[in-house]
């Protein structure tokens, strides 16, 4: 799986998905990049006019759960909609 499909996947909908977090919980997440799922939220910090800085190695999405924005890194990524990826997105 690449980085579009995954980044196309979420623009389509809600998908789950898990990753490693930094302290190496695994951390299940319902994310989007879809504009109509978003809520709009108040600019957090760290970011510009409210959008996230571009990062190549991470993807920042909408935790439709938590209702807010998070991000994971592509590496940590270890299953997207049930397929798995034991060693991320490259």
């Known amino acids: ?4 499909e995954v980044k196309n996947m979420l623009k389509a909908g809600s998908v789950r998905i898990e990753f490693i ?7 299940e997440m319902n994310a989007t990049l879809s504009e109509s799922l978003i809520v709009v ?12 800085k571009s990062n190549e190695f991470a993807l920042p999405v909408w935790d439709v759960d938590a209702v807010g924005w998070r991000s994971f890194r592509w590496d940590s990524l270890r299953d997207v909609a049930g397929q798995l990826l ?4 490259q």
């Open 41 to 52: 939220s108040p600019p957090i910090e760290g970011t510009v006019a409210g959008k996230k």
């Open 86 to 89: 034991p060693n991320g997105v």
């Open 21 to 27: 977090k930094a302290n190496g919980a695994r951390r």
């Open 1 to 4: 799986m690449t980085k579009d």
